[in-house]
């Protein structure tokens, strides 16, 4: 359903994103930073102007302000043609090789090497536009949501779209017996399933 605009716009807290600096607005690569800028560029809501979480400390909270960077890019936006990054705007960038240990893994990343050129703005969320909402299609999704609920279809709706219902002990016990069938060779299991039927 499309947008629509409201008669008597109203605010829902603030929002903070990233702009280019006086100085830099002022110079002749302000086109080439702005651009840039739209790629990379992060917006956080907050109910409060001051941006602050609360924060344990002794036993007591505190408060600090959030933290907000700009985009850092995964080695598949890297290569996606979606971004559409040119050569130019791809020397801005220094790859960074963090290991986390929690997966114990090398992750790959690529962060703006210039984030000074970019400072932070608060400014109110305002909303202008609402979706419309068609009474007659959210009656219809309504019942069929207390159809499905009320005579529990959800399981028989997964077996009949995934062929399976979903359990945790049924993909754990895959996990744990997975290892056996990679030992027999492909055109043996083939086979077997051929003189099953």
Not at 75 to 80: A, L, R, T, V
Not at 186 to 197: E, P, R, T, V
Request: net charge positive; proline share 4%.
């Amino acid at each position: 359903m499309p947008l629509v605009e409201l008669e008597k716009p109203y605010q829902k807290g603030w929002k903070r994103y990233f702009v280019l600096r006086e100085d830099v607005r002022a110079s002749t690569l302000a086109e080439f930073y702005n651009n840039l800028l739209a790629k990379i560029n992060t917006v956080e809501y907050h109910y409060d102007k001051t941006f602050k979480k609360k924060k344990r400390r002794k036993g007591r909270y505190g408060y600090e302000i959030r933290k907000q960077n700009l985009r850092e890019l995964s080695p598949y936006s890297w290569n996606c043609s979606r971004l559409n990054l040119s050569e130019q705007e791809k020397a801005c960038f220094t790859q960074v090789e963090t290991f986390d240990i929690k997966t114990r893994r090398q992750e790959i990343k690529y962060v703006i090497t210039e984030p000074w050129r970019y400072v932070l703005k608060i400014a109110p969320h305002m909303i202008t536009h609402k979706k419309m909402i068609d009474s007659d299609i959210e009656r219809e999704l309504d019942d069929i949501a207390r159809y499905i609920r009320n005579y529990d279809l959800a399981p028989r709706i997964d077996r009949l779209i995934r062929g399976r219902g979903y359990s945790y002990a049924w993909h754990t016990s895959l996990i744990k017996y997975g290892a056996r069938t990679k030992r027999i060779p492909q055109f043996q299991i083939a086979d077997d399933y051929i003189d099953l039927y």
